[in-house]
């Protein structure tokens, strides 16, 4: 009687699915058991074949009670005489013609090493036996690892219908999990006045002059301007800013302005204009997309008040451009008075890797941004 | 390289029996008509008057005899090339053969350069007499080798390694091949290694082991299979087998049809099928199959010796339903 959690006693055996004789897989089904908590399966803790069973239905006995024997070094395939026959001495054809014929040595082989449970391939072989080719395409397609961690609950199926990714967005999730599988993702957050900006800007977006004082901050701390590969931590002089461009429906990419610290604010709108149209065009270049050195993405134009943005591998910083709204907020004049006033504000929301660089690093380069963006002179 | 010229399987023999019998004078030839009739298939046509009756020896209906003379002179420093005049004959000279040739280099340390010309297979009618795969009685036999070879150019390559092997090598020469396959040969002697198999087309997807005249039966059968993409494996030697090259295709493709126009008990195909049980089980994605001929003698009439031999079809249906298993 298996322990299925700290305070269960005892547990009442409601239902053997296997027999004495009967070949058993691990983690196959074994027992229905009873607890005052729950009525759960326990998976065989072995393969084998199922030597005798010691504890009847309706019986309740303490956590580490013997239930049944399995002979481990049994083969399959050696069924009992009556394996296949039910209680009315028929042979049991239905269930027979149900079953998936056994696998080949080779399937079984490569499905032990990548541990497969072998349920989830669509066999095309006779009967739907499971192929070879069918599981090295299975493994070939990325096999989802579906086993709960749980013992006692059951994988979920793939959900059906649906539809396969685009090749783009299986390269943006691709890189999403990879990154937040590599970096150790942190963010922080500071609050920046945009009054100067949305008094300069005319017809411009944002966006250039908060890359303007975004590069002007890496050159004062350019460990933000960075890329870490493995334990090799690269600190960049010259910055390739990566902007984030929305594709719509079909997703995102991001072109990069390269030495973009030689760029006026007119002078980034402009590339900026140009890649981001070139970008929806399809027709970017591959180096215009490579050799990035930090990355500002910049989503606040729908509206978004606060994200937490994914840093674009190998950078070690991403910074997201937040929707910019009037807010009452406290001013001090040059005599130290307070008082109330409507300012055009945004939060600056950047993601950074704690691998390459700590919490203070990223709030003094971010105060930096601020302090160019709410100083801004052009 | 050589310059090449298109010629018979049949041809391709003959050249490497010349070449070798030009270059190396202790090689003689002995047979049934092999003389002045220039043996029965033309092999040896022409050789009486390029080599002499004392080179190219005219013998007795007497297989026994002929093997026996050839061990003796084999034993002496000799270099004999018999031939039968069907394969089948060899029965009458098989003591002389497994007893005496085969075990001489066991019990005595001898070497024993013979060569014994088989010219085997059906297809033609020729009845129960004229038409048999004796090669597994062979493979019982220790000491002996036992090649086979498909193409005009191993043809040539083999009978020139046969028979400057200081073994007792059987060479079965396939009826059917004779002047059906041609091919680019090169000129000049050459050797085709002993032991040592042939890819004769690569695939992934199943492999078809077999060697002679079913290697073409093989290619026709698989060369457009709805698809799949089927390795055939020439094993051109059968004793001793490629078992590398037998595992690494196996290993591969993990499915196996083993064709052999033998009959079915214990042949070749067999032995195959066992090295493969044992040796890559847990390569393999479905059961070993074997297409062969039933254990029946050849018949003589046409549609039953169809029946009997495999054919295209046969191979095809045996690799269909392996692929869909």
């Keep these: 009687m298996p322990q299925m959690g700290v305070s269960v006693a005892e547990g009442t055996i409601v239902e053997w699915r296997k027999r004495p004789g009967d070949w058993v897989e691990a983690d196959e089904p074994i027992v229905q058991i009873d607890t005052d908590k729950v009525e759960t399966e326990i998976p065989s803790p072995a393969s084998g074949r199922v030597k005798e069973i010691l504890v009847e239905v309706g019986t309740t006995v303490d956590v580490g009670t013997l239930l049944a024997t399995i002979d481990t070094g049994a083969t399959p395939g050696e069924a009992h005489a009556d394996e296949h026959v039910d209680a009315a001495g028929q042979a049991d054809v239905a269930d027979a013609e149900a079953k998936p014929p056994p696998v080949s040595p080779v399937v079984r082989r490569i499905a032990d090493e990548h541990g497969v449970d072998l349920g989830r391939v669509q066999g095309s072989g006779r009967r739907g036996r499971v192929t070879k080719k069918d599981l090295l395409a299975f493994l070939e397609n990325g096999a989802p690892k579906l086993h709960s961690e749980s013992p006692y609950v059951e994988d979920q199926a793939p959900a059906a219908g649906g539809q396969e990714l685009s090749i783009m967005r299986k390269r943006i999730a691709d890189h999403m999990v990879h990154s937040l599988q590599t970096a150790a993702h942190c963010t922080t957050m500071v609050e920046a006045d945009m009054s100067r900006i949305e008094a300069a800007r005319g017809r411009l977006s944002y966006l250039p002059f908060v890359a303007r004082a975004v590069i002007a901050a890496l050159r004062e701390y350019p460990m933000l301007n960075a890329t870490l590969e493995g334990d090799r931590l690269t600190v960049h002089e010259d910055v390739h800013l990566g902007i984030a461009v929305s594709l719509g429906e079909d997703g995102l990419i991001v072109p990069v302005v390269h030495n973009a610290h030689e760029l006026s604010h007119e002078g980034l709108a402009a590339r900026v204009k140009d890649l981001a149209e070139r970008a929806r065009d399809r027709r970017l270049e591959p180096d215009e997309v490579a050799g990035g050195t930090f990355t500002i993405t910049n989503p606040g134009r729908y509206g978004a008040l606060l994200a937490t943005p994914i840093i674009n591998q190998p950078q070690v910083a991403i910074l997201d451009l937040e929707a910019v709204v009037k807010r009452p907020v406290v001013v001090t004049d040059e005599h130290g008075n307070d008082s109330i006033a409507i300012r055009p504000m945004t939060y600056l929301c950047m993601s950074w890797d704690h691998r390459a660089l700590d919490g203070a690093l990223a709030a003094q380069f971010l105060s930096a941004v601020r302090r160019n963006i709410e100083e801004w002179r052009s | ?325």
């Design chain 2, 1 to 325: 390289m050589n310059a090449t010229s298109e010629i018979t399987y049949l041809q391709a023999i003959s050249d490497g029996l010349r070449e070798e019998m030009r270059a190396d004078e202790s090689v003689f030839c002995m047979g049934e008509d092999i003389g002045a009739f220039g043996g029965a298939f033309k092999v040896t046509d022409g050789f009486i008057e390029e080599f002499g009756a004392d080179r190219v020896w005219d013998t007795p209906l007497a297989e026994n005899a002929i093997v026996g003379t050839a061990v003796g002179a084999a034993v002496e420093g000799l270099r004999p090339v018999c031939e039968m005049q069907f394969a089948d004959f060899i029965a009458c000279g098989f003591d002389e053969l497994v007893n005496v040739a085969a075990k001489l280099h066991y019990r005595q340390g001898l070497a024993v350069p013979m060569v014994v010309r088989l010219p085997s297979g059906g297809g033609f009618s020729g009845g129960p007499f004229h038409s048999q795969n004796p090669e597994a009685w062979f493979l019982q036999s220790p000491g002996l080798k036992v090649v086979a070879p498909s193409t005009a150019e191993d043809a040539k390559g083999l009978i020139a390694s046969a028979i400057r092997d200081p073994n007792p090598v059987i060479y079965l020469e396939h009826k059917n091949l004779y002047r059906h396959v041609k091919g680019e040969v090169a000129e000049g002697r050459y050797e085709t290694p002993l032991g040592e198999a042939r890819l004769a087309r690569e695939g992934s997807d199943l492999t078809v082991v077999t060697y002679g005249a079913m290697v073409h039966t093989a290619l026709e059968a698989t060369e457009d299979l709805e698809g799949a993409s089927v390795e055939v494996l020439d094993l051109r030697t059968l004793q001793p087998l490629d078992t590398e090259a037998i595992l690494r295709s196996v290993r591969k493709t993990s499915k196996v049809v083993v064709l052999y126009e033998a009959t079915r008990s214990c042949g070749v195909g067999a032995e195959v099928a066992s090295i493969v049980a044992e040796e890559a089980f847990e390569d393999l994605d479905g059961p070993v199959v074997r297409v062969c001929a039933p254990d029946v003698p050849i018949p003589f009439s046409p549609p039953l010796e169809r029946a009997v031999l495999p054919q295209v079809d046969d191979v095809k249906e045996a690799c269909r339903e392996l692929l869909a298993y």
